[in-house]
T-cell receptor, first 114, second 117 residues
Framework: DTGVSQDPRHKITKRGQNVTFRCDPISEHNRLYWYRQTLGQGPEFLTYFQNEAQLEKSRLLSDRFSAERPKGSFSTLEIQRTEQGDSAMYLC????????????FGQGTRLTVV | GENVEQHPSTLSVQEGDSAVIKCTYSDSASNYFPWYKQELGKRPQLIIDIRSNVGEKKDQRIAVTLNKTAKHFSLHITETQPEDSAVYFCAASLIDTFSGSARQLTFGSGTQLTVLP
């Protein structure tokens, strides 16, 4: 297990299309987080899971965004009816429930909406 | 909710000099303050963190200080090297008392550090 893995690394889509991203956390990490990062800004929190339960969602997360972690392992983030403002880097991070506070980040999925 | 402000947005120093980056936070309940380094095109990586029961923490050339009363914390890098050039983000979070795990991070807007040879 070499770390948090995200797929795809890059995605270009037309406005109005739906996109889905996948995140595979580090094995046995109970917590999984999604963040969005735009150029020149820090990552913004979107949502996080503890095992399969979605514990918190940011007010930034519109109804077009949905995230799942059905078996408490990998997670998917779906954006419906994409808009140009959705263009950003989508970062996933994971952390263990006990023993460490460190969040380990994936390399991200860069979304470009044209 | 929590709000974290970070200054400066850009910082240039000569190799060997020190660099200081400052952050303030708004939520007095926050008790965990990590610093992440992000090189161009790469993932953010934790370089040091501090909890609110500690005022200062050092790790080789890197140190972090925390003033809970004033709600600000700072990153200090001594003897800077060209490989220290990157974007640095401060963050604030709350550690769950029961689990010992941190909730979501609220990040500052980042500081682009450039170390000039």
């Amino acid at each position: 297990d070499t770390g948090v893995s995200q797929d795809p690394r890059h995605k270009i889509t037309k406005r109005g299309q739906n996109v889905t991203f996948r995140c595979d956390p580090i094995s046995e990490h109970n917590r999984l987080y999604w963040y969005r990062q735009t150029l020149g800004q820090g990552p913004e929190f979107l949502t996080y899971f503890q095992n399969e339960a979605q514990l918190e969602k940011s007010r930034l997360l519109s109804d077009r965004f949905s995230a799942e972690r059905p078996k408490g392992s990998f997670s998917t983030l779906e954006i419906q009816r994409t808009e140009q403002g959705d263009s950003a880097m989508y970062l996933c991070a994971s952390s263990p429930l006990r023993g460490s506070t460190e969040a380990f980040f994936g390399q991200g999925t860069r979304l470009t909406v044209v | 909710g929590e709000n974290v402000e970070q200054h400066p947005s850009t910082l240039s120093v000569q190799e060997g000099d020190s660099a200081v980056i400052k952050c303030t936070y708004s939520d007095s309940a926050s008790n965990y303050f990590p610093w992440y380094k992000q090189e161009l095109g790469k993932r953010p990586q934790l370089i040091i963190d501090i909890r609110s029961n500690v005022g200062e923490k050092k790790d080789q050339r890197i140190a972090v200080t925390l003033n809970k009363t004033a709600k600000h914390f700072s990153l200090h890098i001594t003897e800077t090297q060209p490989e220290d050039s990157a974007v640095y983000f401060c963050a604030a979070s709350l550690i769950d008392t029961f689990s010992g795990s941190a909730r979501q991070l609220t990040f500052g807007s980042g500081t682009q550090l450039t170390v000039l040879p």
